[in-house]
């Protein structure tokens, strides 16, 4: 079945610093969203990315998605304690008969430390 | 606006028993997917309906069963509850069709089997 594969697990960094997580896909996808989920909550939509080489940029948020739509990329300019939290991608793929799937990374855990 | 509601929040269970998750998705939203996320990974899809139908299953046991009514609100059940089955049950809904629209998650139902 279709995978999602996300890294880093996990990722400690000194406030101020960058942040970036890589999701990769074994199959083509229709599109990729992004959610960020707090301690203790519920997964909160980032962003969709549904074309082929796309770049989207929230504030000190970029999110990519490659010319394959294979794989994407978040990175988090200059980051502040605010941006705690689990990130995970997740792949669209068309199952059939009118069908979405869609398959969600294992996420990468972001620690700031202040 | 009311978001995605789900109930019970919290509930234990021990082994055999039987399982019903409610959840109501946001007012207008046709589309509602189930996910079941154990700690420390993603959501991993269980469900998705869409005009009270079927629309995708994701690979859980048949004990696993799931149906949506006229008024959009969905039903999870789960017989012969297993010690695996222990995990938190998020409710989506999404806007306008069962696609690959931004998914709305609820505050999630937390499940304990003992």
């Known amino acids: 079945g279709q995978q999602v594969m996300q890294i880093p697990q996990y990722q400690h960094v000194q406030e101020g610093e960058d942040f970036t997580t890589y999701c990769n896909s074994s199959t083509t996808l229709s599109n990729i969203q992004w959610y960020k989920q707090r301690p203790g909550g519920h997964p909160v939509f980032l962003i969709q990315l549904v074309k082929s080489g796309e770049v989207k940029k929230q504030k000190r948020l970029t999110f990519q998605f490659g010319e394959a739509k294979k794989n994407s990329s978040l990175h988090i300019t200059a980051t502040q304690t605010t941006d705690v939290g689990t990130y995970f991608c997740a792949g669209t793929l068309y199952s059939g008969a009118g069908s979405y799937q869609l398959t969600f990374g294992k996420g990468t855990k972001l620690s700031v430390i202040p | ?114």
């Open chain 2, 1 to 114: 606006d009311a978001g995605v509601t789900q109930s019970p929040t919290h509930l234990i269970k021990t082994r055999g028993q039987h399982v019903t998750l409610r959840c109501s998705p946001i007012s207008g939203h046709k589309s509602v997917s189930w996910y079941q996320q154990v700690l420390g990974q993603g959501p991993q899809f269980i469900f998705q309906y869409y005009e009270k139908e079927e629309r995708g299953r994701g690979n859980f046991p048949d004990r696993f069963s799931a149906r949506q009514f006229p008024n959009y609100s969905s039903e999870l059940n789960v017989n012969a509850l297993l010690l695996g089955d222990s995990a938190l049950y998020l409710c989506a809904s999404s806007f306008p069709s069962a696609g690959t629209g931004e998914l709305f998650f609820g505050e999630g139902s937390r499940l304990t089997v003992l």
